[in-house]
């Protein structure tokens, strides 16, 4: 019984991840991630950004001619900041890498990875037995490839698991948003907008 459900949990945790989507996942930690380990250089790199635009603004508003000792003051500040944020985005732009790589890795390994594991480790065991008699000479089909006959191996159950769950995930998404519904009620589009007034013309 444990067998059964920790495959049924690792089926359902990888359909979840398909499900969801890899890069909403990985923006989302990796969001968490900077927030821990690189929350002083993400407020540093905001600050940055935010006195290279005042002094732009600034730099923008002064005479080169008449006011060349501010202005030049201005433009390298202007430099410096930009400097700064280019080695800024440099880091960041690395731990972002480094992280996606990690965090792909550690993925697979505890969904795909970990079903080829204990599939292989429990490939002649049982996940549950079958009632003698229930399915007749397709019985060992189940069985297939290491299991005892008469039973359901680990990749069948697993096979058994994905579609179980992708069919409960169609059923979940045509009833939160049923196909061929009635557009009563709903704004129309430009382009809807546009056909109609085009017709009403011609009439």
């Known amino acids: 019984m444990t067998l059964m459900a920790t495959l049924f949990l ?3 945790v990888t359909e979840l991840v398909s499900w969801i989507g890899q890069s909403v ?3 989302f930690f990796y969001a968490l991630y900077l927030r821990i380990f690189y929350g002083s250089t993400v407020a540093r790199q905001r600050k940055l950004k935010s006195d290279i635009l005042l002094n732009k603004k600034e730099l923008l508003q002064t005479s080169a001619q008449d006011q060349f000792a501010k202005w030049a003051k201005l433009r390298r500040s202007v430099d410096k900041g930009l400097a700064d944020i280019e080695k800024l985005n440099n880091e960041l732009s690395s731990a972002r890498t480094a992280f996606s790589l990690k965090f792909k890795t550690a993925l697979w390994v505890m969904t795909t990875g970990l079903q080829f594991v204990i599939g292989w480790w429990y490939r002649k065991a049982a996940v549950f037995y079958l009632p003698p ?8 089909w189940l069985a297939f490839p290491f299991a005892p006959a008469g039973s359901v191996s ?3 159950w697993q096979m058994a698991c994905r579609r179980v769950i992708k069919v409960g995930e169609r059923v979940a998404k045509e009833l939160v948003v049923p196909s061929g519904g009635s557009t009563a009620g ?7 907008r546009k056909e109609k007034e085009e017709a009403g ?3």
């Open 201 to 203: 013309k011609t009439e």
């Open 25 to 27: 996942l990985l923006e």
């Open 133 to 140: 008699g229930w399915l007749g000479p397709l019985t060992w």
């Open 186 to 192: 709903q704004v129309p589009t430009e382009q809807e």
């Open 154 to 156: 680990c990749g069948m």
């Open 10 to 12: 690792l089926v359902f």
